[in-house]
């Protein structure tokens, strides 16, 4: 059921606990029951049991409902299952919209999942990093963090995904969330696992926030030598620049080579082969089902 490290700490059920009746409700309860908890720093929900036809609702209404009793957490990770226990495009989300007051204290969010994903109106003080790991985001879901009041926000980590599990937007979905968005101290910025991604990397590039950040993620996603040129043109005007990550990438050795020449750290490991079907070529993102 848990595993605890540190003042972190992970709670899950099994397909046998979902068998005996276990569910998001019960986990709360057993949450809030265990003499551990108001040690926690990081609360890290994994499978709450029937998650491909049950959300994590009943826990988000909870943390809610129950406020003062979470307000030492200042991480919060939800979904954190691998394949084995569902797929990433199966799992049911819930509607965080509740959370943003109940959890002032919040540093860190990490969702799992986008099926049903609401985030609702972000108004925050404290969040510091927001990361959504799926396989697909929607376009409702882009355009709430691009209005969302984050001013303290360091970190934006987003997988966007491909169009069959979840992605509805296009190249100016991005390009809008880039533009409209407002995060004065954003220093990290991932627009990754695109089955667009050398699209994308071009709207990026173009976007204010080339000039604040420190590090730059385009990982996971279909980059492939149209992406990686524009990056070797494009980074050398970005003093500023520290990192790039681009790891699982269809870059050939040539662009790999002027990457890692670059004044920056750069992580261009997990170089992809593309697929020939048909006498086609066909390029994956890593996260997709």
């Known amino acids: 059921m848990a595993d605890q490290t540190g003042k972190s700490k992970t709670y899950s059920y099994d397909y046998e606990d979902y068998e005996n009746g276990k569910k998001a409700g019960t986990m709360l309860e057993e949450i809030l029951a265990d003499p551990e908890f108001p040690g926690l720093e990081e609360l890290i929900i994994g499978g709450w049991g029937g998650e491909y ?26 979904g954190d299952m691998d394949y084995e226990v569902c797929e990433v495009s199966w799992i049911m ?33 404290n969040l510091e990093s927001l990361t959504i790991i799926c396989g697909g985001l929607g376009k409702d879901v882009i355009e709430e963090i691009a209005k969302a009041k984050l001013p303290n926000l360091q970190k934006l980590l987003l997988y966007i995904g491909v169009e069959d599990y979840g992605f509805d937007g296009n190249v100016d979905t991005v390009r809008e969330l880039l533009s409209v968005s407002d995060f004065p101290r954003l220093t990290y910025l991932g627009i990754t696992d695109s089955e667009i ?15 604040q950040i420190t590090t730059l993620d385009l990982s996971n996603g279909t980059l492939t030598d149209k992406g990686g040129q524009l990056l070797v043109e494009k980074l050398p005007g970005c003093p500023n620049l520290e990192k790039l990550d681009v790891h699982y990438h269809y870059l050939s050795d040539e662009i790999m080579r002027q990457l890692e020449e670059l004044p920056i750290a750069v992580d261009a490991s997990e170089q992809e082969k ?13 996260l997709t089902e």
């Open 53 to 78: 036809e049950e959300s994590c609702q009943a826990i988000l209404d909870g943390i809610a409902a129950n406020a003062d009793r979470f307000s030492h957490i200042t991480k919060l990770f939800i």
């Open 93 to 125: 989300q819930g509607n965080y919209s509740g959370l943003w007051k109940a959890m002032p204290q919040l540093k860190e969010l990490t969702i799992k999942g986008s099926t049903d994903l609401e985030l609702g109106v972000i108004e925050h003080d």
């Open 197 to 211: 991604q050398d699209e994308l990397t071009a709207v990026v590039l173009e976007s204010k926030y080339m000039q």
């Open 274 to 286: 593309a697929e020939s079907w048909n006498g086609e070529l066909w390029y994956n993102a890593m």
